[in-house]
């Protein structure tokens, strides 16, 4: 028997799950069986990220299939992959850099009709999953620019890369939910968060086409320092921000 909606709203509740009732009617929508939803809703009692339960994500309105272990698009990238949009054209070379799910990329692809897309990333299953929401035979594992074609150097016009970029001593001020969860080279950026972002400005150059632009998420303190560190890469930096979702990208142009 499928127990009542307020049952399974007040088991979430009192484990803290700040959106309990819409999280209650996602799972009771996605269970087969009262037994699959007794199990979904015990894995989210214990932690696991509702997404990581359900098998998907909603962001910028796809359902984007996330695995257990692979990093969770947040809410606040939405501005990144439509900013990444807003810059790409039919026919453009768009690469999803640090793809994790395959997210940012899958959104590029689904609002800009026609784009060469590609993505990469260093956690297999990552790149497994990622494999399930943008074309298979473009999404490569490795780290950084190392696995993408060589064909690609000096042709993409949209990179963007949501690296991590939370500092390492910050990683334990985390919520549970992404700390315990989510592979930690997702989210640890270094000392100053900057460190991934260092290394995919110092080669930018080198991989886009002249005009072409570099965008990544960081944090609204470090976006100062990371426009500096575009800028030394040679690249044209400007920051962008979202009030609504939090969120704030730097850009960076390779100068024609």
Same mark, same amino acid.
């Given at each position: 028997m499928v127990p009542p909606l307020s049952a399974i709203i007040a088991r979430l509740r009192a484990v803290g799950c700040v959106f309990a009732e819409d999280e209650a009617r996602l799972l009771v929508d996605a269970a087969g069986s009262p037994a699959e939803l007794d199990a979904m809703v015990a894995r989210r009692v214990e932690?696991?990220?509702l997404e990581h339960v359900l098998g998907?994500?909603?962001?910028?309105?796809?359902?984007?299939?996330?695995?257990?272990?692979?990093?969770v698009p947040r809410r606040r990238t939405e501005f990144l992959a439509r900013r990444a949009a807003s810059l790409a054209r039919p026919g453009s070379v768009v690469v999803d850099l640090c793809?994790?799910?395959?997210?940012?990329?899958?959104v590029v692809a689904s609002l800009v009709e026609g784009v060469d897309l590609f993505a990469a990333d260093i956690d297999p299953a990552a790149v497994r999953c990622a494999r399930r929401n943008i074309p298979g035979?473009?999404?490569y594992e490795g780290d950084l620019y190392a696995p993408l074609p060589l064909g690609l150097r000096g042709r993409i016009d949209v990179l963007v890369a949501n690296t991590p970029y939370v500092p390492t001593g910050a990683i334990g001020t985390m919520p549970p939910e992404a700390?315990?969860?989510?592979?930690?080279?997702?989210?640890?950026?270094?000392?100053?968060g900057l460190d991934v972002q260092r290394r995919v400005a110092a080669d930018a150059p080198k991989w886009l086409a002249p005009g072409g632009h570099l965008l990544v998420e960081t944090g609204e303190r470090q976006a100062p320092h990371a426009?500096?560190?575009f800028?030394?890469?040679? !690249?044209?930096?400007? /920051? &962008?921000?979202?009030?609504? !979702?939090?969120?704030? /990208? &730097?850009?960076?142009?390779?100068?024609?």
């Open positions: 932690g696991l990220p998907w994500a909603e962001f910028c309105g796809l359902r984007v299939l996330v695995d257990p272990g692979v990093f793809c994790g799910s395959g997210a940012v990329g899958a035979d473009q999404v700390r315990d969860h989510e592979p930690l080279v997702a989210l640890d950026g270094g000392g100053d426009a500096e560190v800028a030394r890469s040679g !690249l044209e930096p400007r /920051v &962008v921000s979202s009030e609504e !979702l939090d969120a704030t /990208v &730097v850009i960076g142009v390779r100068p024609v």
